[in-house]
């Protein structure tokens, strides 16, 4: 039977390209992300593809908005066997301003955000006693990085959740995946200058697809960056702060 999958942030970059990845495997496909526009050329392609998409226009920062879209897909596909928590932003802290806005709206999509788009499919997934919850961190969630402490903090958040949930969710036969990438090509990354082992956003996706596929706990790639964080992790802050952007 084909998978039937949710996925926020499926407007661009990672989001997009695993629902291709998706289609292209005949799966029943919610996309999910606020500009509704780019989620309906998604949804065109992935029809081609050979996948069935439902679009969703939710901001995953509100909550009953990701419950109606959670209870709408299990309608109208019949069920769950995949949520993919993708929806993030990067951003400065800007610590010098007096004003905790730019942190608040990063520490809220990276992890209430999260928490919104995986827990409503929770109850379903293990009344079946089957489902797959991924959640999209990243290598960030190792580092100290500087002017982006709410990044970092907020995907040490969802990494560490997950290790917990798994705890319990694995008696349901629910697995639990996190997801650190390094730099990827996408309009998230578009503006940075220096990223080192950047991946494209294709070959990336083949790679988290497969991660998943093989059941990984904690998936950390491209495998460049994964060895470099035991190093990145005792350099001293007087060199890490030269590479903040
Ligand atoms: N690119 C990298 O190098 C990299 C590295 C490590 C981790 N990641 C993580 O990978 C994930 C995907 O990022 P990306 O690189 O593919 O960036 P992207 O192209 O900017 O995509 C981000 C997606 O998240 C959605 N989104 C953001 N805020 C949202 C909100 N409040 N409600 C609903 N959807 C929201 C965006 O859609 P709308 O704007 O239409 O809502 C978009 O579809 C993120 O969690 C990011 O932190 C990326």
Known sequence: MSKRIFISGASSGI???????????????????????LLNKVAQKSNELGGAAHVFQVDTKDQIACKSAAEEFMAQAGGVDMVIANAGIGGHDDLMSGDATAINNIIETNVIGVTNTLMPFIPAMKEQKSGVLVNVSSIASFLRI????????????????ADSWRLTLSRYNIQVTTICPGFIKTPMTAELKGMPFLLPVETAVEKIVSAIDRGKKTFVFPWQMKIMIPLLRVMPDGLLRMFGN
């Open 15 to 37: 989001g997009e390209y695993l629902a291709y990845a998706y289609a292209g495997r005949g799966a029943t496909i919610g996309l999910a992300a606020r500009r509704e526009e």
């Open 146 to 161: 500087a002017y982006h402490g709410g990044y970092a903090g907020a995907k040490v958040n969802i990494r560490l959740m």
